[in-house]
């Protein structure tokens, strides 16, 4: 069932322009796609790329197309259509105009969850820093360590903290799901050889292509389903097919993340680089 909204007069978007809104705590972009300045169609999409979350307001592009000003992912407002990861497409909203005012089927807008029982956790080989929510009354010291379920899959992290009510409206990166154990620091320590190895095989190859990549560290995730390679280089088909030749090669999936992104928003653990 459709649940139309104001969002307010059309006319505040010119010919060619855009502009963002808040509704329900989603951000919201809409683009006024035209040509020559005549009125033409308007268009609404979650205004968070689906690769890192960065706005798209921003981005450049004419037409239908915008592009992400972060790592320059090309998007068509009018499908959602990524271009370079068709997997990763943004997500849309109906608009509609009436009399002159601009409105919004909100109906798939969901109020912004607010984590429960949030706390500041330092995680992966990277040590990215960011909010988890954990049962309703655990509680943890701080730096202790606990498993983690992400975006990427179930790692280890360290508590930092637990988070103050003002930092409540954050979003999750995900769950803790217990605390470490000694067990746990076992299978760990097996893993050494597998990060070793992996990490080893991978500089080989990119010495014998002669390709300008450097990897830099390695590690494998908490559930022993997923390597990471972390990089310093751009991303390039070389890469990916290195990835694929990897993941061929090796039980577990190989992902190429580039040390200076932070994991992907929601499921694209592929750090950017469309491998694994
Ligand atoms: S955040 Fe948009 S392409 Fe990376």
């Keep these: 069932m459709t649940n139309w909204i104001p969002l307010g007069d059309a006319s505040e978007i010119s010919p060619g322009n855009r502009k963002s809104y808040t509704i329900r705590g989603t951000e919201i972009a809409v683009f006024h796609v035209a040509d020559n300045e005549q009125p033409g169609e308007f268009y609404a999409i979650h205004d968070s790329c689906p690769h890192q979350g960065a706005s798209l307001v921003d981005g450049d592009g004419c037409g239908t197309e915008v592009t992400c000003p972060l790592h320059d992912w090309t998007f068509d407002v009018a499908t959602g259509a990524c271009h370079d990861f068709p ?8 608009v509609k105009l009436e009399d002159g005012v601009l409105l919004l089927d909100a109906s798939t807008i969901e109020e912004e969850e607010i984590p429960v029982n949030p706390f500041l956790v330092r995680y992966g080989a990277m040590g990215w820093v960011d909010h988890f929510e954990a049962d309703e009354d655990a509680t943890y ?46 299978t760990l320590a097996r893993q050494e050889d597998v990060r070793a190895r992996v990490f080893q095989d991978c500089q080989t190859l990119i010495q014998e292509r002669g390709m300008p990549t450097e990897i830099i560290d390695c590690e494998q995730l908490f559930d022993q389903q997923t390597v990471v390679l972390y990089y310093l280089g751009s991303r390039m088909p070389a890469l990916e097919i290195l990835a694929q030749e990897l993941n061929a090669n090796y039980a577990w999936r190989i992902v ?21």
Excluded: M, W
């Design 87 to 94: 997997e990763f497409p943004l997500t849309r909203y109906e």
């Design 256 to 276: 190429f993340h580039p040390v200076d992104e932070a994991p992907a928003a929601s499921g694209c653990s592929s750090g950017g680089c469309g491998c694994g």
């Design 141 to 186: 010291a701080h730096r202790e360590r606990v498993i983690l379920k992400t975006s990427r899959g179930e790692e280890v992290g360290e508590i930092l903290a637990a988070a103050g009510v003002q930092e409540t409206s954050v979003s999750s990166a995900g769950t803790i799901l217990r605390e470490f154990t000694p067990a746990d620091q076992e």
